[in-house]
């Protein structure tokens, strides 16, 4: 089946420091990949996404690139800042499906 | 756009009693979907709906849980009768094919 694996948290940081997010996924075809961030006591909000093979999604000064080599979409930022601590969620969809398949979430934690 | 609409934003009931979770999805999303959140489970898809018909129901929980959407603009999921392991927050979902899921604020239901 189709799943999502992420890199277990809390991940904390210090201010402009550089950010990784590893996501590694098991799907069949060539699914669309995603990540969200959901702030403290807020919904799900899309930050990027990528829909096939090289494809790099970037927002905000976050960047992921579709590996399926490797089938990866690590999650990476140059220099966090204090309102980038949320939880991180990966997530993919089936080429031939609307379900999203979401990780277990990467709480991060950035400290001025 | 106002977004996903979710209502009641707080729930607070006793157990045994019924609740209704109500969502307004994005005019033109033809998918919809039903997410649970807790510290235990984390992300947990509960339903899911494309052009109102259920497509796969095999996350929700059990006989108490059921869902509806009678047209493309609201859906319903209830809980009848609510026990305390219920508490968590509920977010309804909606997208549009390759856009990923636009997620609502989210339902905080607490059972006594």
């Known amino acids: 089946g189709n799943s999502v694996t992420q890199m277990e948290g809390p991940v904390t940081l210090s201010e402009e420091a550089f950010l990784t997010i590893n996501c590694t996924y098991t799907a069949t075809g060539y699914p669309s990949l995603f990540w969200y961030v959901q702030y403290p006591g807020e919904g799900l909000q899309l930050l990027l996404k990528?829909?096939?093979?090289?494809d790099k999604g970037s927002n905000k000064g976050f960047e992921a690139t579709y590996r399926k080599e490797t089938t990866s979409f690590h999650l990476e930022k140059g220099s966090v800042q204090v309102s980038d601590s949320a939880v991180y969620f990966c997530?993919?969809?089936?080429?031939?499906?609307?379900?999203?398949?979401f990780g277990a979430g990467t709480t991060v934690t950035v400290r001025a | 756009d106002a977004g996903v609409i979710q209502s009641p934003r707080h729930e607070v009931t006793e157990m045994g009693q019924e609740v209704t979770l109500r969502c307004k999805p994005i005019?033109?999303?033809?998918?919809l979907f039903w997410y649970r959140q807790t510290m235990m489970r984390g992300l947990e898809l509960l339903i899911y709906?494309?052009?109102?018909?259920?497509?796969?129901d095999s996350g929700m929980p059990e006989d108490r849980f059921s869902a509806k959407m009678p047209n493309a603009s609201f859906s319903t999921l209830k809980i009848q009768p609510s026990e305390p392991r219920d508490s968590a927050v509920y977010f309804c979902?909606?997208?549009?094919?390759?856009?990923?899921?636009?997620f609502g604020p989210g339902t905080r239901l607490t059972v006594l």
């Open positions: 005019s033109g999303h033809n998918s």
């Open positions: 709906f494309n052009n109102n018909v259920p497509i796969d």
């Open positions: 990528a829909t096939k093979a090289d």
């Open positions: 979902a909606s997208s549009y094919p390759g856009q990923g899921a636009v």
């Open positions: 997530a993919l969809s089936p080429d031939n499906d609307y379900k999203l398949s």
